[in-house]
């Protein structure tokens, strides 16, 4: 809360200052004022703030001269001074050269100001050099440190701006100094000041000195004035010179030459100057030495002893590659192809030599201007990518980034596009993950779908560097399946191969599933006739198995991926190493397999014994049940043989049954008695605990068979009657008549032996004078045991009784 406060009371204290300093300005109807960065001008009389045009955005630069200042001087002066302001800034509005401060918008003067606008600039170069006079912000100015090469191009820059004042606007400044050079964004060198320069064009104009003579504010000071213009008050262009000697030791020795003020000293004045003049300034070994003996000359009391601005330029200081560089950037726009294009090619060997503010703010504007000229792009690229790599982010976002975007939509010239591939590296430094998914990566597209072998593979080549900025869901979508109709349209090998290890290196940086789904799954549709193709989708086989994370499963290693290595092995034109590398990678497969499903097994049998042994515990707890439940119907004279019989038994278990010895079977049917009726001894049914209701079928309703029944056993009462008087009665057995489960012990005394007797062991057969079968017409749903196969016969074709007849009968 306390930063926020502070904060607050920053700006608020910023924005009442400014409303104090621009109060009723007309320039602030057109410009937004920002912050105060420097001060201009003799005895640094204009304060220097940020400013920003209103209706364009453009940035600008506001000079503002505070009338407040002049409350100490009389009505006069202070009008004499505003004067020398206003006709220096008009004058400074007509003069248009590139060392010269360029006007944005005209002066506008209010009751407490004088305003205009500018092109940016950082600073007064007397600030870059210490002199902090009328600044209040000191932050921007701490940073900006001036090089070696700024200095040497700057004065270089500054002869130029003199010689054209002299030459072409016959101009002659009169008070060149630290305070009226300007250095704006770009780093340029530019004058100002223009207020008491005198015009060679209109003879006889008198040269007015008293300016130097009198200490008004914005007055010249004598210090930087040539003597003869304050001493025999005459004036030509090496007045200029003696001014720019003083300039230029003021810079190497960042002192002012000891010198006493004319207006107070006069005499003391002459003396210095005269003394200056023949043993030179007392720092003089700070320059440099091939300037030091040009600039003892600039500082001669004789105007005739002072070299020419021409001869200037052409010194061995000046003659240095770096400056004739940059001197003639500046002057090759207009030249023809062919000599731009050997300039360029120059430039590419020492551009990473110059400082990086000079390329970023001089150099750089200078090379985007060739973009117009498509035929020039490719050369200057090359330069404009090594100014790239040595940008910040925020600066490539700032100053390149809105120049290159248009320059990677072209598709001619095709060497464009390679030399963006040859230093992507670069812009992956430079750019954010947006700027990349929105002008690298249509890039890579492009070239993906260009006809160039050379650009295809090196665009393959730098994808995986590319798909850590991107998000899985576009390397899913847009470039895997760009990668993949590559490698299947194109018909060179080598493209073929890097498609192939590109996506093997992506393997890192996506999904499992996109991995086996996208990838692992499109290998066994890639022509593989050439080795260098096999042993790349064996690499990509591998990769995807071991790599951490990802693996592959053992479906798809069984289904898929076996079944397309197995024939590569056996592909004319492999050799030893080859063969045996895919050998043993198939053998990691199948135990990796083998491994898997043996466990996966392995638990299925645990499992199905664990179950086993329950079943068994179940099965001997459902037997002791059945033991108990025929206990309970022994003691009711039941027996201990099954009740059920054949009835409850399913077909599988009645086929599956052992069967009984001849023997016994043969005793079964000898008959005891020739005269006696012998009855059936039915063979003991087995215990089933399910209900199976495929009974053998009936012509018979359940209605007929009640008939049938009534009327045998009226006949075996009969039969019983006449035999009751010699031997004793045998327990006759029902016939077996189709009834549930729960029916069944009503009868089963019946049909089971008696416990005791005598008879226990004799057999009747049952006799009917008209059918060998004792029940007469009645068919057994039941069958006995000499009528198992008969019944078995006709069971297939004999109708089901149906559960509606056994409901019917139980009822009766």
Known sequence: MDAINKIYSSVSQTVSTLSAVFLGNPLTKDYDIAEHIGSAGTELVWKIYTGCKRSTKETASIFVFDKKQLEMF????????????????????KIRHPQVLTVQHAMEESRDTIAFATEPVVASLANLLGNTTNVSNMGLLAEYKLSEFDTKFGIYELIKGIQFLHDEAQLVHRHICTENIIVNKQGIWKLFGF???????????????????????????????????ILENSCNDSTDIYSLGILIYTIYSRENIPSPDASSDLYGYKQSVTKLSNQGPPKLTAIPESLRSEVKKMLSVNPQARPTLQSLIQISYFCDNYVQCLDNLETLFPKDNLEKSEFYKRLAHIIGDFPHRVRLYRILPLLVKEFVNCSMIPFVLTNILTITASCTRAEYMQHVSSHLRPVMLLDEPVQIMLIFFQNLDVLLKVCPSEEIRASVLPLVYKALESKSQQIQELCLSIIPAVVVHLDKSTVKSGLVPRIKTLCSGTNLVSVRVKCLLCLGQLAAKIDKWVMIDDI????????????????????????????DGLGIPKDVLACKV????????????????????IIAL????????????????????????????SSSL????????????????????????????????SPSSTTNKAPQPVQQQTQQRTLTSPTQPQIPQLKPLQPQTTLNWNV??????????????????QQQNTSAMQLRNKDPPLALPPPAIAMPMPVAPMASNMWMNSNGGSLATKKLELTSPTNSNPYGQLQPLIPTPSQKGQSSSKSSSSP????EDIMEFLQK
């Open 562 to 581: 076996l079944p397309h290595l197995f024939p590569m092995t056996i592909v004319n034109g492999l050799s030893l190493q080859q063969f045996n590398a």
């Open 696 to 713: 053998p079928p009936v012509a018979t309703t359940a209605k007929e068979n009640s008939i049938k029944y009534n009327l045998f056993t």
């Open 195 to 229: 207020g008491f320069c005198w015009n060679k064009r209109v003879p006889g104009t008198p040269v007015a000195n008293h300016y130097f003579k009198s200490r008004l504010l914005g007055n010249p000071g004598s210090k930087w004035t040539a003597p003869e213009l």
């Open 74 to 93: 009389t009505k006069d002066e202070r009008e004499e001074i505003c004067e020398n302001i206003r006709r220096g800034v008009v004058q400074l509005t």
């Open 586 to 613: 198939i053998k990691e497969f199948t135990r990796k397999i083998e491994e898997e499903q043996g466990d996966k097994l392995g638990s299925s049998k645990a499992s199905i014994s664990s179950s086993a042994s």
């Open 618 to 649: 179940q099965e001997k707890q459902s037997t002791s049940q059945q033991s108990d439940l025929q206990q309970s119907f022994g003691s009711l004279g039941f027996g201990g043989s099954d009740m059920y019989g054949d009835f409850m038994q």
């Open 520 to 547: 692992v799954s499109y290998l066994p549709s890639v022509n593989c006739r050439e080795p260098a193709v096999i042993m790349a989708i064996v690499g990509v086989y591998k990769i995807s198995f071991t790599t």
């Open 800 to 803: 089901m009784l149906s559960k």
